[in-house]
């Protein structure tokens, strides 16, 4: 799997036509909707000449019609993150931000990432993963770990249907909402620990952020909503030796599925000095509260920079 050359050079960009594709039809459209503002908002200010699509059925005749020469992918979840938009646009010639087909389909399943990462030797918590249901609840009294589990769609992001179950009534109710969503479920064994994320930058680990959620974990409302009292901690507050240690398991994550651009890896460090990957994010947010700006911006990369550098890795990577 390829990572992508780098596609063009800033003179280039500059008398292209640039597409920034937001919104979209997933349960994760209101976060791409500020995405897609701040990015859009960010290159004009940079004096790209800029387009606004709202992603939705009719994208193939906007994008023509529009006359975009490339996109910015400010995308979340099903029908942006997972690949379809991508082969979308590998198949009309225009390049675009972020990672191909191939690593955006593998990175929004968690579970064929899951198998990704484990024959890397990239750590990452025990599993399993049920087709329906009905199977993940017969199979609640034979899950080779003990409750509490965290369970899970496999094909939703931002934490959408995710819960931590720490009794057989948790359980159930959490496979019935989990099975709303897109996906095969996954139950997973809980680690505790502090919640870390890795940033990775064109193969370069930028660094980690702690988050310290005010809620029982980094769930959709801790990440989105005003007030919710989260913390973010740059640089981690990590000895040296495990702070390396997830910046390079978030790098080896972004390497094994062939990312492109940015990504944004979750991770979970133990008491004991354990290090397991969660998952990994192909089309990191990029809201006023989202994690890679803020990474970047303690490397001294601003969100303006940060957004001309992603535009600059475009491509097609078919």
Excluded at 227 to 247: C, E, H, K, M, W
Aim: aromatic share 8%.
């Amino acid at each position: 799997m390829s990572n992508g050359p780098r596609g063009f050079t800033l003179e280039e960009l500059k008398a292209k036509r640039v597409g920034v594709l937001y919104g979209g039809l997933s349960s994760e459209r209101e976060v791409s909707l500020r995405t897609g503002a701040a990015v859009a908002g960010a290159l004009r200010g940079l004096g790209y000449d800029v387009v606004d699509i709202d992603v939705g059925k009719d994208l193939p005749a906007r994008l023509i019609a529009e006359k975009v020469d490339v996109a910015w992918l400010a995308l979340h979840g099903r029908f942006g993150e997972d690949g379809c938009i991508q082969g979308l646009l590998e198949a009309m010639f225009i390049p675009y931000t972020g990672s191909g087909v191939m690593a955006s389909a593998v990175g929004m399943d968690k579970v064929y990432a899951k198998e990704i990462f484990l024959s890397r030797g990239i750590p990452t918590p025990p599993y399993r993963a049920f087709a329906t249901a009905e199977a993940a609840l017969a199979e609640a009294d034979r899950l080779p770990f003990p409750f509490p589990v965290v369970v899970k769609p496999s094909r939703e992001g931002s934490s959408v249907g995710v819960h931590i179950c720490k009794t057989r009534e948790d359980y159930t109710a959490a496979v019935q909402d989990a099975a709303k969503h897109a996906g095969t479920l996954l139950v997973e064994q809980f680690i505790k620990g502090r919640e870390v994320q890795g940033g990775v930058l064109d193969n370069e680990a930028l660094g980690v952020i702690e988050v310290k959620a005010a809620r029982e974990f980094y769930d959709y409302e801790a990440k989105y909503k005003a007030g919710s009292g989260t913390q973010y901690l740059f640089p981690a507050p990590l000895p040296p030796d495990l702070y390396a240690r997830v910046n390079a398991v978030s790098l080896a994550a972004h390497v094994a599925l062939g990312c492109s651009g940015g990504s944004r890896s979750d991770v979970i460090v133990t008491e004991a000095g354990d290090v397991f990957l969660l998952e990994i994010n192909t089309l990191p947010g990029m809201t006023a509260s989202s994690l890679l700006p803020k990474i970047a911006a303690g490397r001294g990369i601003d969100f303006p920079a940060l957004c001309e550098r992603l535009l600059q890795g475009a491509s097609l990577k078919a």
